[in-house]
């Protein structure tokens, strides 16, 4: 419990205890870097991409198998009641539910993340994209819906004041301030860091004090962090180095208390 393990996913998972996690929160890699828009004379530093990296590229039908063996893994780690919610957008919500039904998931909801303060779009050609989705699927019956908390959270309420239902549209601005992870060279250190609201609502809604949640795909280690101010127990999962540096940071710096420990416990390197 309470680690963060460097490796590949597809690898990792497979180290984890059956049916010991209450809710998956992964927000996978979306397939959309390598296609960068080559700007004429671009006077900014070069060609405009919104996120490009090396783990965001596949083939297609690589994408589509991709896909369906990490859903399949998480799964098996899943509680007979667990929850996955997995983060996607027009580029991969296909692959993404495909992945879902393909391994009997019960798919609940597709949130709709708006955003705020969206980028707006270099082409002009299109709408501006202001959305992106969470699928919500269920592993059994009995799953965790704590629809008091999720009506507290709402931040809608009904015309006298009242507590009102949770909807499925989401409204969060991308994470930017001191929310935001920034480097030495002041850019931004993740270039996909979802919003600790997000997490919070998510967790909170979904499982309890004392439940694990993992994260198959943890980036700048949100999930973690959220799960661990929530007092959930948290597995991670990166595969890149340069972020488990970052989540090394993130978590330490929460909970300074927990730095002795934090150098026994937290890390294992399985692969590499
Ligand atoms: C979309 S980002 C997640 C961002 C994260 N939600 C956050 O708030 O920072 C996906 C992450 O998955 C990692 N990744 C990609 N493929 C992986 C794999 N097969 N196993 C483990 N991590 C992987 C990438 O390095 C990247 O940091």
């Not at 700048?220 to 090394?248: D, F």
Request: aromatic share 10%; hydrophobic share 35%; proline share 4%.
């Amino acid at each position: 419990m309470n680690k963060i393990f460097h490796g590949d996913s597809l690898e990792v998972l497979k180290n984890i205890e059956q049916e010991s996690v209450q809710l998956v929160f992964a927000d996978p890699p979306y397939n959309l870097s390598g296609k960068n828009l080559k700007t004429k004379n671009s006077k900014t530093g070069g060609d405009w991409s919104k996120v490009n990296e090396t783990w965001d590229i596949m083939e297609e039908q690589d994408f589509i198998e991709f896909n369906n063996n990490w859903i399949s893994l998480s799964k098996d780690v899943l509680k007979p009641n667990g929850s996955i919610f997995i983060a996607c957008s027009l580029h991969n919500i296909g692959e993404v539910t495909m992945g879902l039904k393909l391994n009997n998931f019960d798919i609940k909801n597709i949130i709709t993340w708006q955003k705020t303060n969206p980028m707006p779009n270099m082409t002009r050609r299109v709408l501006t994209h202001s959305t992106e989705f969470i699928v919500w699927a269920v592993k059994g019956k009995n799953w965790i819906f704590n629809y008091e908390i999720l009506k507290e959270l709402n931040p809608e309420k009904q015309i006298d004041g009242a507590l009102k239902q949770m909807r499925d549209v989401w409204n969060f601005p991308l994470v930017q301030g001191k929310e935001r992870i920034h480097g030495a060279d002041g850019k931004a250190i993740h270039p996909t860091q979802k919003p600790e609201k997000m997490l919070e609502w998510i967790i909170k809604g979904f499982s309890n004090e004392n439940d694990v949640v993992l994260d198959p795909f943890c980036g700048s280690g949100t999930t973690c962090k959220v799960a661990q101010n929530l007092n959930r127990y948290y597995i991670g999962i990166e595969r890149e180095l340069k972020y488990i540096q970052v989540i090394n940071n993130r978590l330490f710096h929460q909970n300074k208390i927990e730095q002795l420990e934090f150098k026994n416990t937290l890390f294992e390197f399985l692969l590499n």
